[in-house]
């Protein structure tokens, strides 16, 4: 079966990995020069960077295990750290780390050891996990994170150094419009893992587009697919037997296609066969992430991998969490990478100002003077870098009513917001439901386009 899956970011490589392993002809289609989509590298200043940094977690079976299927060996290529949540010492933060015990002791001993909190948000948090727990940290009735943790009475300070960074961390959209059901479902593979291991945090120790992208390539390639980058899709036409794609070098016909573009493109190329769905993909709103890295001399070391800081925008601080990225990768010693989640307000500001005010907020929160006085900075900023996770958003699922043709991307349905893991999942899923069609015999194949073969099964 030939399938052209349009779309090489981290959900278009999980479909055309899981796509090639089962013996289909993948053509992997994408625009850019690059794969890995809004998890990429990017060259910066002679050195292979990221286009954000990411933190991903223990939990994410399914990009584990496509890491392992490509070639990847996760041991190496992810520094992996207890669960945690801490602040420079001396300031007023607190320290929250997990042990390596089995869960869920390691939360419990992770609280009695905390640093920065008064008993009472101490009592609070274990109150809030000890109810999520019991109600399988699922939410019926979707509210905002703030409306759930006002009910849950979490008090200003825990909210203030936990629970709002985790949210904003997590879901990319601030506490006071972001989706408590999809929050729980994260804090239910975090905080709530039954398995310590899954709610490890993993810190990738090579660019993004090196981790699974540029392997997933190798890999399709190696199964006999082509990868075809600066191509773009531009149309997307039925024909009896399957589709025909407009590319900018020409066109080509499949027997399916796997639509893993951004939601905005897919929506253009499914505008003419399915204007509903192009609609509720155009009506998605985003938010931004920005990310800060700041080269100092390469003697320049933080005590932890990564830090979490006090934000407060009105004040000029803007840093969220600030990482080591020479504990990270050897070749970037004395390079910082400070993250800026839920950025609409920072994306406004004059790249040099915000580098410059995310210097001297270093040098403060870490007590290093020199910290404010960087050899160079450079602000990427995501404009679109996930889907507004706000409650009750319908996202749509993989499967389209056009025979042959399915979505892939994390804006599709899940109970994750848009994560690598959402991404890879929804390839995944998207995979199958393609290998589903392949199993139907030709004529049926030839049928559906006219509406008369029967449903295919829905994966989710």
Known sequence: MRVAVAGGGWAGCAAAVELAAGGARVTLIEAARS?????????????????????????????LRLLRLVGIDPGRALLRLPVQM??????????????????????????????????????????????????????YNDCTVDELLERFDQPARLKRLLWHPLCIAA????????????????????LGAKRRAASDMLLPRMDMGALFPQAAARFVEGHGGKVLSGVKLTAASPTATGWRLALSGGAEEFDALVLATPATQSATILAPHAPELAAQLSALAYEPIATCYLQYDPSVRLALPFYALLDDPAHGRWGQFAFDRGQLDAGQQGLLAVVISAAAAAAGHDQEDLAGLIAAQ??????????????????????????SCTPDLVRPGNETALPGL????????????????????????????????????????????????PARPSVS
């Open 86 to 139: 801490r602040y420079p010492e001396g300031r007023e933060g607190m320290d929250f780390v997990a042990p390596r015990w089995p869960a869920p002791l390691h939360l419990a001993a992770a609280l009695v050891r905390a640093k920065g909190l008064a008993r009472e948000d101490k009592m609070a948090l274990a109150r809030f996990t000890t109810a999520a727990r019991w109600m399988g940290w699922v939410l």
């Open 362 to 387: 270093l040098a403060r929160d870490l007590r290093r003077p020199e910290l404010a006085a960087p050899q160079w900075s450079r602000v990427i900023t995501e404009k679109r870098a996930t889907f």
């Open 406 to 453: 399915v979505l892939a991307g994390d804006y599709t349905a899940s109970d994750y917001p848009a994560t690598l893991e959402t991404a890879v999942q929804s390839g995944v899923a998207a995979a199958a439901l393609i290998r589903s069609y392949d199993k139907l015999p030709p004529e049926k194949r030839r049928l559906s386009h006219t509406g008369s073969a």
């Open 35 to 63: 794969l890995g989509g809004r998890a990429r590298g990017v060259a910066v200043q002679g050195k292979m960077l990221d286009n954000g940094q990411h933190i991903l977690l223990g939990a994410y079976g399914e990009t």
């Open 171 to 190: 879901l990319n959209t601030p506490p006071q419009r972001a989706s408590a059901k999809v929050f729980l479902a994260v804090l239910r593979d975090s």
